[in-house]
């Protein structure tokens, strides 16, 4: 595959953070007396004001805020086990030596993104992309449309780089290249996408003479 830069998602594809979004999560819905696995089987994927909104419905857009704000404090100060996934500092230290432009482009908000970023001791992206940043979440393609533009990139030379559904949807809907890392089998368009993996450790990506990128498997 050709490409000219990474567009990665940040939670389950670059840090491991599930343990930290299903306890809160599992702690709002207690709070509400909704089904923890009903919770789980949604969010995952999307900005956290859609699956309030979801489950959430008939309330004021100010309750909506209001739950939000609590939601995201409890996710942000929470980043206990959070780590970077296997071969994601490498990888992003190899684009840097490279100059191989990457965004992170996340659903997260911005406090809970960057306290994750920081415990995962990923380096620093040229651009990072959050959840207040667009109108739309994932599985629309505006966040990866506007990580690209800030790479100032077109979106079908980006590869973007998801573990969950609703992000690999927003890739695709993007125009960009897809790799799926961890995505669930039998997820929407799965078999449109360049390569399904299970660990970043298993690309391998040169720069060459052209400026172009090539991204491969190692065998």
């Not at 595959?1 to 953070?17: H, N, R």
Request: aromatic share 6%; net charge negative; glycine share 8%.
């Amino acid at each position: 595959m050709q490409c000219k830069g990474f567009l990665f998602d940040l939670d389950g594809t670059l840090v491991d953070s599930l343990p930290v979004v299903e306890r809160s999560w599992c702690h709002w819905a207690d709070r509400h007396g909704v089904d923890h696995q009903d919770v789980l089987n949604f969010i995952h994927g999307k900005q956290a004001i859609t699956s309030l909104r979801h489950f959430l419905p008939g309330r004021s857009e100010e309750e909506i805020q209001s739950e939000f704000t609590y939601l995201e404090q409890i996710e942000a100060a929470d980043t206990d086990g959070i780590v970077a996934l296997p071969g994601a500092i490498e990888l992003l230290q190899h684009l840097n030596e490279a100059h191989i432009p990457w965004a992170i482009v996340t659903s997260g908000s911005i406090p809970v993104a960057h306290a994750r970023h920081k415990a995962a001791g990923l380096p620093l992206p040229e651009v990072f992309v959050t959840a207040e940043r667009v109108k739309r979440g994932k599985p629309e393609p505006d966040a990866f449309l506007l990580g690209a533009d800030l790479l100032g990139l077109h979106p079908a030379d980006c590869v973007v780089v998801e573990d969950a559904a609703a992000g690999v949807l927003a890739g695709l809907n993007a125009g960009s290249h897809v790799i799926a890392v961890n995505v669930p089998a039998g997820s929407p368009r799965l078999d449109e996408v360049d390569f399904v993996i299970s660990s970043l450790e298993t690309l391998d990506v040169h720069r060459n003479s052209d400026g172009n990128v090539t991204v491969s498997l190692k065998i």
